[in-house]
């Protein structure tokens, strides 16, 4: 049973927040804590406001969700009301095929939902998605950064590749269909990881994709796997910060981190925590509010 057909069955709701820049990272992560899909949107036109919504089903993890406002409320020092709008499954549904058309990234990718009719092979590698999953679909400015990153640094046909924070396993996906390598996925939810394994048999790529549930860097399978070539890690900004410098040392000489889920506005200060780690900036991606770091770190010059 997929999810779309589990939403058939169940009464949603949408949920939301409106936070200023500095409360996106925090109130974000707090609602997709529970909520199946979480979109970030303009609140006015200043470019500081924004309404982070989500969609769950009804009574489903309150308690949580709760304790999720609470943290980023104290991390933040910004309280802001949680409102709540009944949400129909089938109007829900319609909208989001009607809102998930082909994504065409960058030169070489489409994402398709599972919605839309099959089309013969084309010159794009063409990666299939169930619509109601709308995080890593394509259409976020993260996403769409990391993917047009992997088409910079392909060149460099790097062998050891992990997917950190995998979510739908997009990226993975489109890693191990470009490079022709495995790819590691591990991500800390076992409901993405499952969704990621989902994708991977769907698109033909179980055999190239290791998905795997686990805690960031202290991860069996990731410590076991280093070091990586290539790195992926589309998460927030704080947590890329924490973890820069497990980054440095799991990164090989000569190898490509590709960094995600901050605002640009976040993007400086990122980028400082994996200089302090040897790491030297590529490029710099923006798509919308978004960037994305294309990191580097120095091969031995003897």
Do not use: F, K, M, T
């Given at each position: 049973m997929n999810a779309i057909t589990r939403r058939h069955a169940t009464a949603l709701e949408t949920v939301h927040v409106t936070v200023p820049d500095?409360?996106?990272?925090?109130?974000?992560?707090a609602l997709a804590s529970v909520c199946s899909t979480v979109g970030i949107f303009e609140a006015d036109d200043s470019q500081t406001v924004w309404r982070i919504e989500g969609v769950k089903d009804v009574g489903l993890g309150e308690a949580a969700l709760a304790g999720a406002l609470a943290l980023a409320a104290a991390a933040t020092g910004i309280a802001v009301p949680l409102d709540r709008a009944a949400t129909e499954t089938e109007g829900w549904l319609a909208r989001t095929y009607e809102s998930f058309p082909e994504q065409r990234v960058g030169r070489r990718f489409a994402i398709r939902g599972t919605h839309l009719a099959a089309e013969p092979p084309g010159p794009r590698i063409t990666l299939t998605l169930d619509a109601g999953i709308a995080f890593g679909s394509g259409e976020h400015g993260s996403t769409?950064?990391?993917?047009?990153?992997?088409?910079?640094?392909?060149?460099?046909?790097?062998?050891?590749?992990?997917?950190?924070g995998t979510g739908s396993?997009?990226?993975a996906m489109a890693a191990a269909r470009l490079l022709h390598r495995p790819v590691l996925a591990v991500d800390i939810e076992p409901w993405s990881v499952r969704v990621a394994a989902d994708n991977a048999a769907m698109n033909g790529l179980r055999n190239r994709l290791a998905c795997r549930h686990g805690n960031g860097w202290r991860t069996p399978a990731i410590r076991a796997g280093g070091p990586y070539d290539l790195v992926f890690a589309n998460i927030l900004a704080r947590p890329l910060c924490t973890m820069a410098r497990s980054l440095g040392s799991r990164l090989a000489p000569g190898g490509t981190a590709i960094l995600a889920g901050l605002l640009d506005a976040q993007a400086r200060m990122v980028l400082a925590a994996h200089r302090r780690q040897g790491l030297v900036l590529e490029d710099r991606l923006v798509e919308g509010h978004w960037a994305t770091l294309v990191l580097r770190k120095p091969a031995p010059t003897w």
């Open positions: 500095e409360a996106v990272e925090a109130y974000e992560s769409r950064g990391c993917l047009r990153a992997l088409e910079q640094v392909a060149h460099r046909r790097p062998r050891r590749v992990l997917d950190l396993g997009i990226l």
